[in-house]
């Protein structure tokens, strides 16, 4: 069963969303603020493939939740609701662990393949974490090391923690040293070739990336910019 948690405390809003969910086969659990939300996750020991949360909610808006469940778990596909007003608010959710934004208003067919598309990534990952027995499939940069199967990055021995979708895309780059990416390379890659948004959320994911990898953020040696084109990786 596809389980999803959505936190969103306009109500017609929220029906209108659990409809369309349930009509493409997803068990829904729906909270109607911030709080509740989180008091479900744990409820349910946090059994969700993916959580869907309204960014400005009473008692907890939607990123204090985000950045909650993201510390909770590393693969649950999170995916932010947002007004288009709420641009500084779409780039924070994918600083702190969203995976992807719609932004409000949006339609039925915009909504599910978005969130189709993080389930089928959620359910990609999980499968592979599953295979533990096989410890193959490592990928080896400079002093960077990706298991494919157990889906973990070192970098000099030392573990450093990935969302799925960020996951991904050090997969792709490390699989291509050299090579200039770009922006709509990654989008394919990692999203999928029917992705409604916008280029935006590949230069997040990537700043999020550099925080994590690079010993210097703010001059990047590893995930450097190809102006004009996108990005490469360095080993």
Known sequence: ?????????????????VINLKRSGYDVTEACNGREAV??????????????????????????????????????????????????????GLLVGADDYVIKPFSPSELMARVD???RRVSVNKELADQKNNTGDVVVSGEFSLNLRNRTLLKNDENIELTQVEFQIMEYFMSNPGAS????????????????????????????????IEDDSSNPEHLTTVWGMGYKWIP
């Open 181 to 212: 990416l770009s922006r709509l390379d990654i989008l394919s890659y990692v999203w999928g070739d029917a992705y409604f948004g916008d280029e935006k959320v590949v230069d997040v994911n990537i700043r999020r990336l550099r925080m994590k």
């Open 39 to 92: 008091e479900k996750y744990d409820e349910c020991a946090g059994d969700f493939d993916i959580a869907l949360l309204d960014i400005m909610m009473p008692e907890m808006d939607g990123l204090e939740v985000c950045k909650y469940l993201r510390q909770k778990s590393s693969t649950i596909g999170i995916i932010m609701l947002t007004a288009k007003s709420q641009e500084m608010d779409k780039v924070t």
């Open 1 to 17: 069963m596809k389980r999803i948690l959505i936190a969103e405390d306009e109500t017609a809003i929220r029906e209108f969303i």
């Open 117 to 119: 598309a993080v389930y």
